[in-house]
């Protein structure tokens, strides 16, 4: 990223004195833990992440496998190279001194049974081949389960001890790779004969448990290195009240499931292997896939500098850059975090440069990278999930997200806006922006986007559509300045292949959380829980299932959130009478929040920082900017017709008074509407903003009233126009 001016005194062309303001936006970034490879340990992984992305486009577009098995596969590949990607512990340094040897050959040694069980995979499937009905319990046990769960349990916890350097494979990661293989094998021989039917069931063979333990395991430790502790601490509480339940009071106890019965089901469509997972192996790691292309022929610099170029020069312009390029890059950026690291180590620093402080930067660029993942038509891997769990056709989703995710823009845009106007600040001047002429010229850059959304409209499925875009993302490169070579589309697939790890662990680790719900019959007691408080109150119960969507939200992804939330709570809703997509809706709107709610805000740290602010008081501010995403989902409930559900004058109307609504809104929080406002008037805005939130026929003609009647007030007040407040 640099801000370079040509220093030749004689430089006469305006586009030569322009800077390239964005640089890096598309690079990879390097977590803390994540090992960086070189010579044939670089060739090896690179290989292997490469197969991986290109094992998937072949599957889903040409030679596709049972489904079971490819999900399998999808979970096994990706802990392979999730433990040769990411490491258990910190690397040594100058402060940390490597692991002692002996710790490295104890590691080593328990490849012995690592191995042990997988050589019994190979041979137990020749058994099977060979025409036996099962295997011998004795040999499932002694010689495959424990020398198993014994090896997966001593390297996760030798691999949490074991320092080592950037550049090296830990052993212990290497036992816990042996281990998938064991884990995953097994799981193909057992699902692929006709014991799969026993799963659940006392006849089901306990090796399918140990698998299960096995693997389980495996995705919770991948979990925590690459998504922290909030989501493996959820995760083993579902799992603890498996075998608690039995014991606990009220509406939380249950009849109970033994060990065997439930790992056996765990591991398949009801867990595992469910919606999420199901979702992550075809349409996320497509779109990753589709991502990896954009960013290899670097259209994420290109959305950065076309928005700067659109709207630099606006009153606080770095900030409302801030806003449209997290919305382009949340097209193509799965998380709320990963997109305030991309686009606001750039923007935050040209916020604080015209005049915002360094937590109001931050918890901007916080917001509007939240906002991403609600920007149809990709909407992060959430829509998938919302698709798959739902039945409703993806087109339907992303059509009905229109009207919030402009909402939501909006809000943060008028936020901003208000702030910059009541503080005095600039835009950037006419030099410091790229020279929108010349980026017009590129914005063919755009056609791969383009080309999903026609694809997707025009009646092609989602993998189709995806592919398409991928192809063309390629193709399109070829008339850029970053062709894409062989080369370069083998980086591509490297790079899908290990920026899908996070995600595809978040997804497996969401599935052993969905399958405890099912499995146990929580959900069903929440929904008659929300039913209950229904019974007082429609709004309480809304209330009710808000805080606990944002309460299993905080501090994990987006997706594991949302699957979550959507296991929980939305049945609940549900049940009360809410149409499922508007229940949907509700739930996934605050499980996408949860990344800028206080006191876990995923987003609003990763952009603390960035600016070098207070973490805590960042995530409070970007929950103050953020805050009509609370109000919104509360929207679709008074008003479906925002999501796109009744006639389009019905569609029209709320979307024009809810528009104004949120401006009010925004006007009350920032105190100022075409001029300083005192407290009594914002007391009166905020009245008729709800007013026009609420979406009733009196309510708009109330809140219109009171917006029209302020508004004249301002302008008659100032004059048509207001001085600043403050210098900023």
Request: with cysteine; hydrophobic share 55%.
């Amino acid at each position: 990223m640099s801000q370079n001016h040509d220093p030749r005194p004689d430089a006469h062309d305006d586009e030569e004195i322009r800077p390239v303001v964005a640089e890096g936006v598309d690079d990879d970034a390097v977590e803390s833990n994540r090992r960086v490879y070189s010579g044939w340990q670089w060739l090896l992984f690179g290989t292997l992440a490469i197969v991986y992305s290109s094992f998937h486009l072949v599957s889903l577009n040409l030679y596709p496998m049972e489904t079971w098995s490819f999900r399998i596969v999808h979970i096994c590949g990706a802990l392979i190279l999730g433990y040769g990607f990411y490491a258990g512990t910190r690397f040594a340094d100058d402060r940390h001194k490597p692991s002692p040897a002996w710790l490295a050959w104890l590691s080593y040694a328990l490849l012995i049974p690592a191995g042990y069980a997988l050589l019994q995979v190979f041979l137990m499937q020749q058994a099977m081949s060979g025409g036996a009905m099962r295997i011998e319990p004795h040999i499932e046990a002694f010689h495959y389960g424990y020398p198993l769960m014994l090896a997966t349990a001593a390297a996760i916890l030798l691999s949490w001890s074991y320092r080592q350097y950037r550049h090296r494979l830990s052993p212990a990661d290497l036992v816990l790779m042996v281990c998938a293989l064991a884990s995953a094998g097994y799981l193909l021989v057992m699902f692929n004969s006709p014991l799969r039917a026993s799963t659940g069931t006392p006849f089901a063979p306990m090796g399918i448990s140990y698998a299960a333990i096995a693997g389980a395991a495996l995705i919770l430790e991948l979990t925590r290195r690459v998504a922290g502790l909030a989501l493996v601490i959820i995760s083993a509480i579902f799992l603890i009240y498996v075998f608690a339940g039995p014991y606990l009071p009220g509406f939380l106890g249950y009849p109970g499931l033994s060990v065997g019965r439930f790992f056996s089901q765990v591991y398949t469509d009801a867990g595992v292997l469910g919606p999420t997972t199901a979702v992550s192996s075809t349409y996320i790691i497509l779109f990753i896939i589709f991502a990896a292309f954009l960013q290899a022929s670097k259209v994420g610099d290109y959305f950065v500098n076309f928005a700067f170029a659109a709207a630099g020069r606006a009153r606080g312009g770095p900030a409302k850059v801030s806003i449209f390029a997290s919305g382009l890059m949340g097209m193509i950026n799965g998380t709320s975090a990963g997109n305030v690291v991309s686009t606001g180590s750039l923007t935050i620093p040209l916020m604080k440069k015209v005049g915002y402080p360094a937590r109001s930067a931050g918890a901007i660029e916080a917001a509007a990278s939240t906002g991403g993942q609600i920007m149809p038509p990709i909407m992060g891997a959430g829509a998938f999930i919302m698709a798959e769990v739902t039945g409703i056709p993806y087109t339907e989703i992303a059509v009905a997200a229109l009207i919030p995710a402009i909402l939501y823009f909006l809000s943060i845009y008028c936020m901003v806006d208000f702030e910059a106007a009541r503080k005095g600040m600039r835009g950037m001047r006419k030099e410091e922006i790229p020279l929108f002429s010349k980026l017009v010229k590129q914005v063919y850059l755009f056609a791969p986007i383009i080309i999903l959304i026609v694809a997707l409209f025009m009646g092609y499925s989602v993998i189709r559509a995806g592919t398409l875009a991928t192809a063309s993302a390629a193709v399109v490169s070829w008339i850029s300045p970053h062709k894409m070579g062989i080369r370069a589309i083998l980086r591509a697939l490297q790079l899908a292949g290990s920026m899908s790890i996070q995600i595809i662990a978040v997804c497996a680790c969401a599935g052993l959380i969905v399958g405890v719900i099912a499995l146990t019959g929580v959900g069903a007691r929440f929904s008659s829980l929300l039913l209950g408080l229904a019974g007082v109150s429609q709004l309480l119960a809304l209330f009710f299932a808000m805080c606990i969507s944002i309460l299993l939200g905080m501090g994990m992804p987006t997706t594991a959130a949302y699957a979550v939330a959507a296991s929980v709570v939305a049945p609940g809703l549900i049940a009360i009478g809410i149409q499922p997509l508007v229940a949907h809706f509700f739930v996934f709107y605050f499980a996408v929040v949860s990344a800028i709610t206080p006191p876990v805000a995923l987003a609003s740290y990763a952009a603390a920082g960035i600016s070098g602010d207070n973490a805590m008081g960042t995530s409070v501010a970007s929950f103050k900017i953020g805050l009509a995403a609370f109000i919104v989902p509360f929207m679709f409930f008074y008003s479906p017709a925002m999501l796109m559900e009744g006639s389009w004058l019905q569609i029209l109307r709320v979307g024009v008074t809810a528009t104004l609504g949120i401006v009010l809104l925004a006007a009350t929080v920032q105190a100022w509407f075409f001029g300083p406002v005192k407290l009594w008037q914002r007391l009166v805005m905020l009245i008729g903003a709800l007013c026009m939130i609420y979406g009733g026929i009196y309510s708009d003609v109330a809140g219109l009233a009171i917006g029209t009647a302020l508004f004249l007030y301002q302008r008659g007040r100032n004059g048509g126009g207001a001085q600043p407040v403050t210098s900023g």
